[in-house]
């Protein structure tokens, strides 16, 4: 019987349904009812990378940082593409100051989606922090534009950063900014 309802796609439509409650829960900032609701998509549909790197990033965002380096480890394995797993790896570096594993995922978490100011603006800190402060600005102001076009708030971080970036290009040698802070929710 559940080979017949996987043909038919039951299993696959339970599964996204319980990633839209899962999603709405996120939205309201209710954790655990989020990860309880990925937990049931899992269960039916364990084969989508997508589902374990939305809990993993649901994980994160809770604070469980072992938990959700596992969901993103586990969703990277079934497809390696998966740009929020990348980001969230990305992010996990970076917050333990892994610059260069920060910046190789955040790399192929922009080639997996490259219109994402989130990624955007890693990347821009994360050349800053490597020293390219001219490709800083570059993706900064993309991630300034894209958070404009979405009349998102953080644009005013990005503009901010790109003209710290900016600065130090005109007055080399200067010492580096201080360690900003992740891009926050709207």
Do not use: C
């Amino acid at each position: 019987m559940a080979r017949i309802t996987q043909r038919l796609g039951f299993t696959r439509y339970e599964a996204d349904e319980y990633y839209k409650q899962a999603l709405d829960a996120y939205n309201k900032r209710r954790f655990d009812d989020a990860i309880l609701n990925m937990d049931k998509a899992i269960e039916r549909l364990p084969t989508k990378s997508e589902y374990y790197a939305a809990r993993g990033f649901f994980y994160l965002e809770d604070g469980v940082k072992d938990k959700a380096l596992a969901d993103f480890e586990q969703a990277l394995k079934i497809y390696r593409y998966e740009m929020l797993a990348h980001y969230g790896r990305g992010v996990i570096a970076y917050n333990d100051r892994n610059w260069d594993e920060a910046l190789a995922h955040f790399s192929d978490a922009y080639r997996a989606d490259p219109k994402r100011p989130e990624t955007l603006y890693y990347l821009g800190i994360l050349y800053h922090r490597k020293g390219n402060n001219e490709a800083a600005a570059q993706l900064m102001g993309q991630a300034q534009a894209a958070f404009e076009a979405a009349n998102d708030r953080r644009k005013t971080d990005a503009a901010r950063w790109v003209k710290e970036f900016q600065k130090q290009l005109e007055t080399k040698g200067q010492a580096k900014l201080p360690l900003p802070s992740s891009p926050s929710r709207e």
